[in-house]
């Protein structure tokens, strides 16, 4: 099955801002979860191990994929199912400019659906993994927060999310007139997304968890009265968000002429060469790769003041 799903993967582009996406089913156990197919470089049955001193718990040790070393990451343990089922298939993954591979049981097929099919994943805990759930005809399936998983394995993410560069007091203050709509689905990412960008001076920010709530109140700001950059001067999205995904709310945006001129960056861990160019084509103002805090902050201050402010003298 593994090489089925590899080949179906190659075959799959979408046309862009459609609001649909593909998924991977696989199981651990009883339990079917899903992964984004865009994150997805192929699937392979399970390869020799390389246990590694001091490794991360989730992770068994590095497999070897055409030269190259690359981290396993043990579903089952990560989330703490128990099976009797041995773990056959890997699922080789980019995400966040990161190859790393999961151990999963059976994989099955791909399937595509629409982002406004996904249901957010109710709050049962902090520590649940769970972003969406997607509900088939006879069973229900779990889309992982895989981004979430990887920073917990590799703290060097969060620390590249929260680390800034230093700007001076001018520069914060001139920052902190410029109001921000932020879309991301991940709760842990976007508390630690909103809170940098509060730390660089950027105060003014309203943040949601998928593009459909931004998009109602972006169309909201819309009907005010002023200029609509009184009310929003520039838009944060991930791509992959449940109810509404950002290259749907970016090709809403360019198509209402009351917004159309709003930048919008897409800040994602999907940003690969053909995911840009979908971006591209629907009139992205920039786009940067999780976790690249700084690359953002500097396009931020390019598209709404002209330059990145942390290079400017403080002249007071």
């Known amino acids: ?28 156990g009883k339990v079917n979860y899903g992964i984004n197919v865009a994150k997805v470089r192929e699937v392979i049955t399970r390869a020799p191990v390389t246990a590694m001193p001091e490794a991360h718990p989730y992770v068994d040790g590095l497999f070897t994929l055409r030269g ?59 520590g649940s993994r769970v972003v969406g759930i997607i509900k088939m005809e006879d069973r229900i399936v779990l889309l992982l927060d895989f981004e979430t998983i990887i920073a917990e394995i590799n703290p060097e993410i969060n620390q590249k999310l929260t680390t800034v560069t230093e700007a ?16 991301e689905d991940s709760k842990m990412l976007r508390d630690l997304l909103v809170s940098t960008l509060h730390e660089a001076g950027y105060k003014f920010i309203r ?57 919008l960056v897409l800040f994602s861990s999907l940003i690969s060469e053909e995911m840009r160019r979908k971006g591209e084509s629907l009139g992205a103002s920039g786009q940067v790769s999780k976790p690249e805090i700084n690359q953002l902050i500097d396009l931020l201050d390019t598209l709404t ?8 003298v403080d002249e007071h």
């Open 68 to 126: 190259k070393a690359i981290p396993l990451v043990n579903m089952a343990r990560c989330l703490n199912l128990q099976t009797a089922d041995e773990l056959q298939n890997i699922i080789v993954t980019e995400i966040n400019n990161y190859d790393i591979g999961f151990l999963v049981g059976s994989v099955y097929r791909i399937h595509r659906i629409s982002w406004k099919n996904m249901e957010p994943a109710p709050n049962v805990g902090e």
């Open 168 to 183: 001076t007091q001018d520069a914060k203050t001139r920052r902190g007139t410029a109001h921000i709509v932020v879309a």
């Open 305 to 312: 003041f002209g330059e990145p402010l942390h290079d400017v």
């Open 207 to 263: 943040d949601f968890g998928n593009g459909q709530d931004a998009w109602d109140y972006l169309q909201d700001l819309a009907r005010k009265n002023g200029p609509i950059e009184n009310h929003v001067r520039i838009i944060i999205s991930d791509v992959e968000m449940p109810k509404m995904d950002g290259h749907r709310l970016l090709k809403l945006v360019r198509e209402d002429n009351r917004l159309s001129e709003v930048p």
């Open 1 to 28: 099955m593994a090489d089925t799903v590899t080949e179906e993967r190659k075959g799959i582009l979408l046309e862009t801002g459609t609001n649909e996406f593909e998924i991977v089913e696989f199981s651990i």
